[in-house]
């Protein structure tokens, strides 16, 4: 089965301007995840969708990061102004059904460079 | 606050050596917990759960409720068994989201 995919890759941008992920997740899973990774540290959830509804997003800046999942299925994740310490790796994950016991599964993530 | 601890940044040992990855985790009630793995330019992705109880590519974890740990080991280490290996934990309330540790990084030494 084709895996979670994400896009772009790489960004580098200048602080204060804007920046969009997209994530599209394994066929079938209700459940999408946002993750930021900053070097030397492990993943944190910044938000998860069940479906097309926000289950969790308490650990996501609202100042200045928007995610939307329209039609439960494909993400996207947005930065507006992007400040310095947001450089990190954005990783979209994805799962069955969203149980404590599930599987997620991770696409490549996008490294983002903010200068 | 719920937390995982992962005390080794790096760690190294012989092919054929014994493995041990320590994972210690802060929370009050009975988690789900999950051992994930990166290796070299490949995506995270999950190596066993607890509640498997199951044995992948010979690493074995046991809870550990009275020391809160999770322990990875492996009995013979291989040079394959290099990568970066993070501990989380769902605490299967609410969201069920992930708490993943630092991370410790596994480098097996031919």
């Known amino acids: 089965e084709a895996g979670v995919a994400q896009s772009p890759r790489y960004k580098i941008i200048e602080k204060r301007q804007s920046v969009a992920f997209w994530c599209n997740p394994i066929s079938g899973h209700a459940t999408l995840y946002w993750y930021q990774q900053i070097l030397g540290q492990g993943p944190k959830l910044l938000i998860q969708?069940?479906?097309?509804?926000?289950?969790?997003d308490s650990q996501l800046p609202k100042d200045r990061f928007s995610a939307e999942r329209l039609k439960g299925v494909d993400s996207t994740l947005k930065i507006q102004p992007a400040k310095l310490e947001d450089s990190a790796v954005y990783l979209c994950a994805s799962s069955l059904y969203g149980g404590a016991t599930d599987t997620q599964y991770f696409g490549p993530g996008t490294r983002l460079t903010v200068l | 606050a719920q937390r995982v601890t992962q005390p080794e940044k790096l760690l190294s040992v012989f092919k054929g050596a014994p493995v041990e990855l320590k994972c210690n985790y802060s929370y009050s009630g009975s988690p789900e917990l999950f051992w994930y793995v990166q290796y070299s330019r490949q995506r995270l992705q999950l190596l066993l759960r607890h509640i498997s109880r199951e044995s992948i590519k010979g690493f074995t974890a046991d809870l550990n409720k009275g020391e809160t740990s999770f322990h990875l080991k492996k009995p013979f280490a291989q040079e394959e068994d290099s990568a970066m290996y993070y501990c989380?934990?769902?605490?299967?309330?609410?969201?069920?989201?992930?708490?993943f540790g630092k991370g410790t990084k596994l480098s097996v030494i031919p």
């Open positions: 969708f069940q479906n097309n509804g926000v289950v969790d």
């Open positions: 989380a934990f769902s605490t299967g309330a609410g969201s069920y989201q992930l708490t």
